[in-house]
Nanobody, 128 residues
Framework: QLQLVESGGGLVQPGGSLGLSCVAS????????IGWFRQAPGKEREGVSC????????NYVDAVKGRFTISRDNAKNTVYLRLNSLKPEDTAVYYCAAVAGYSWSYCALATENAYDYWGQGTQVTVSS
């Protein structure tokens, strides 16, 4: 059974940091481009970042550039999202998603419809 499981969310003060993980099971992660998405209360889900199968190509939405870092360890079947300098507007449920069929060194922020597999999400709350 193909599954993605996120972890690492929590409550953090503004300016703080969190490290999210997304572990894949039931499939080999290096066949998949990975995206991180988030959904805040009352808002649509938005793409935050993506990473190529190789890990060498990454992209970020403007709102998180310079603060978030995506990475992956294919040997561990895991993708990470490091969240630094967090702001209250970063509060959301964060999801990882996977899609096959892209080249080894390709990544582009795409709509959620482009992705085949999703995790259950992990809550990130930024508040003092």
């Amino acid at each position: 059974q193909l599954q993605l499981v996120e972890s690492g969310g929590g409550l953090v003060q503004p300016g703080g940091s969190l490290g999210l993980s997304c572990v894949a099971s039931g499939f080999t992660l290096d066949y998949y481009m990975i995206g991180w998405f988030r959904q805040a209360p009352g808002k649509e889900r938005e793409g935050v970042s993506c990473i190529s199968r190789s890990g060498g190509i990454t992209n970020y939405v403007d709102a998180v550039k310079g603060r978030f870092t995506i990475s992956r360890d294919n040997a561990k079947n895991t993708v990470y999202l490091r969240l630094n300098s967090l702001k209250p507007e970063d509060t959301a449920v964060y999801y990882c998603a996977a899609v096959a069929g892209y080249s080894w060194s390709y990544c582009a922020l795409a709509t959620e419809n482009a992705y085949d597999y999703w995790g259950q999400g992990t809550q990130v709350t930024v508040s003092s």
